[in-house]
C-alpha cells in the first residue's frame, strides 16, 4: 500500500449525546433484540457497556503523534530498520462495530534519531482503539510515525481475525488478513523492500 495524504472530510455537525441518552439507546437495543433490560442479569448491562466502550475506544481521546514527540539523537551513526514485532492489538470494525484481533509489525529507518520502541506499540493501540478498518490502521500508523519522526522510510504489516467474518456472514474461523503500507526507502528502494518484508513476517510461535 502506497501511502497518501489523509482526505479531509468536509466538517459536519457534530454533538456528543450525554450519559444518560447513550444508556437509554442500549436499552433500546437490548429490547429491539427481544431482551427485557429490568431482568436481573441486565438490569447494569447497559452502564458496563459504556464502561467497556471507554476501554476499547479510547483512542479517540489520545493522539498518537503525541506518543512521538520524544525522542533520542544518540544512535553513533546506526544506519538500518528498527523493527517490533508481535504487537497484539484488538480494535472494532466501523462496518459492523465486532472485533479485529491481531498483530502488529512496526519497522522504521531512523534519519537521525529514534523513539522508545514501547511508544510503537502506544501508536498501534490508539489506531486500534477506535472503529476502523484493517486498511485505514494500517496507513495511519505508517503515516503517524512518517510525520513524527521523518524517518528514511516506514514499513508496517498486520495480519488479523475479523470477527464479522468469522463469527457471521461467511463463517470462515481460520480465515486471516494480511495488510502492508511502505514509505520512502522501503517502498523506492527494490532491493530492500524485500529484506525489509522478512524481517517483518518471519515466522514466530507467536502467530494469530
Known sequence: MAIKPAARAPAR??????PDEALQALDTLLRYIGEDPSREGLRDTPARVLRAWG??????????ED???RTFEDIEGYDDMV??????FHSHCEHHMVPILGKAHVGYWPESKV???????????????????????TARIARSIDRALSPKGVAIVIRATH?????RGVNKPEASTVTSCFTGI?????DIRPVSY???TLPTNREV
Open 13 to 18: 455537525p457534530f454533538s456528543r449525546p450525554a
Open 55 to 64: 476501554e476499547y475506544f479510547s483512542g479517540y481521546a489520545a493522539d498518537p
Open 186 to 190: 522501503f517502498r523506492d528502494e527494490p
Open 115 to 137: 523513539v522508545g520502541i514501547s511508544k510503537l506499540a502506544r501508536v498501534v493501540d490508539i489506531h486500534a482503539r477506535r472503529l476502523t478498518s484493517q486498511e485505514t490502521m
Open 163 to 167: 470477527f464479522c467474518m468469522s463469527t
Open 198 to 200: 522478512t524481517h517483518l
Open 67 to 69: 506518543e512521538l514527540t
Open 83 to 88: 523493527v517490533v514485532r508481535d504487537i497484539d
